[in-house]
């Protein structure tokens, strides 16, 4: 079964940081690239971060360039977000997607919140 679970969303300040997990099971995590995206009400869903199944690139959206950081431990089967110096924009649901070839299906977390706010 596979399963993608995110942690590590909240409530932080601006100016703030945290950092995102997404532990994947149920596949063979290293044949993957990662990426997150996020998405808040009214807004069309966006890439936030990309990474290569053996970390060897990384593509960031321009808004979050210089401030978040993707990494991944294949070891553990799990990919990173450090995101710094948070802003009310970056407010939203954090989702992590697996990919691979367009032949092999995508798989998708279920979430987790981030919200940045005074």
């Known amino acids: 079964q596979v399963q993608l679970v995110e942690s590590g969303g909240g409530l932080v300040q601006p100016g703030g940081s945290l950092r995102l997990s997404c532990v994947a099971s149920?596949?063979?995590?290293?044949?993957?690239?990662m990426t997150w995206y996020r998405q808040a009400p009214g807004i069309e869903r966006e890439l936030v971060a990309s990474?290569?199944?053996?970390?060897?690139?990384?593509n960031y959206g321009d808004p979050v360039k210089g401030r978040f950081t993707i990494s991944r431990d294949n070891a553990k089967n799990t990919v990173f977000l450090q995101m710094n110096n948070l802003k009310p924009e970056d407010t939203g649901a954090y989702y992590c997607?697996?990919?691979?070839?367009?032949?092999?299906?995508?798989?998708w977390g279920q979430g987790t919140q981030v919200t940045v706010s005074p």
């Open positions: 149920g596949f063979t995590f290293s044949d993957y690239g």
């Open positions: 990474i290569g199944s053996l970390g060897s690139y990384e």
């Open positions: 997607k697996a990919y691979s070839s367009p032949r092999k299906p995508e798989y």
